[in-house]
């Protein structure tokens, strides 16, 4: 059976060059690049300017399963829209980072969303990148990656990112805000971040983007394939 077996699942922590990795190997296979913390940061901002509660799951859940997404490529770059609106600038600040991992604890969000990643994972050709791709939502992916690197290095490379989009921020906070939401992403109930027991994890922390990229489009192109049919 070919489709949802042959999605590609990138899942790790924030700063392990997932989303750099998964955008640029998605471009070389020919893939769709599915990036899902952009959907729980669009259900965060989308919360947000209703004012729900975090407490409240099913008024989350409604809210998730009226959205209106879609994603659209503006040459190397993936823009998200919600309805009419490009929100891809406003779901990048350091208050939906920390929104976004709330709102996706809640089990009404993840029910949702999780069912609309697995129909747009449907076509099989889908880089899909996240925290529980290779666990939850595309448990039977043929290939699956966990990025890791050390907290330092992932500190670091947040921290250039932001301060690349021009803002005013120290290290150290970059640091503490990454442990706290790496913390919040691991401990919650349903989903939390983990690597699938089948998912081949690579240590990015001393390597370049170009090594990662190509260990993981070798590894694809190979077929490896452990298990059965
Ligand atoms: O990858 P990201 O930083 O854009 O993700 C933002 C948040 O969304 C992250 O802190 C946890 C949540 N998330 C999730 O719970 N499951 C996913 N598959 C992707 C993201």
């Known amino acids: 059976m070919g489709m949802i077996r042959d999605v ?50 099913p ?55 999780t069912g609309l990643q697995r129909r747009m994972g449907e076509t099989g050709k889908v880089v899909a990148e996240g925290r529980d791709m290779g666990t939850v939502v595309f448990p039977e992916a043929r290939h699956k990656f966990f990025l890791t690197a050390s907290p330092a290095v992932r500190a670091e490379r947040r921290y250039q990112e932001r301060v690349g989009r021009g803002e005013t921020v120290s290290l150290q906070r970059v640091a503490e805000e990454l442990k706290r939401r790496d913390r919040q992403d691991e401990s919650r109930a349903v989903a939390p971040l983990r690597a699938a027991e089948d998912a081949l994890v690579v240590d990015t922390t001393d390597l370049t983007l170009e090594q990662v990229i190509s260990f993981i489009i070798r590894t694809v192109g190979r077929g490896d394939d452990p298990r059965p049919e």
Do not use: N, W
């Not at 699942?9 to 769709?32: C, T």
């Not at 399963?65 to 609106?85: K, M, N, Q, Y």
């Open 59 to 113: 008024g989350l859940g409604g809210l998730c399963r009226g959205l209106d997404l879609s994603f659209a490529t503006d040459g190397d770059h993936a823009r998200l829209f919600l309805g009419e609106e490009d929100i891809s600038d406003a779901i990048r600040t350091p208050e939906m980072d920390m929104l976004s991992s709330a709102v996706s604890a809640v089990p009404e969000v993840r029910q949702a969303m």
């Open 8 to 57: 590609v699942a990138i899942d790790g922590p924030a700063g392990s060059g997932k989303s750099s990795v998964s955008r640029s190997v998605a471009g070389r296979l020919g893939y769709v690049y599915l990036d899902t913390g952009a959907m729980y940061r669009a259900v965060a901002l989308a919360a947000g300017r209703m004012g729900l509660d975090l407490e409240d799951g």
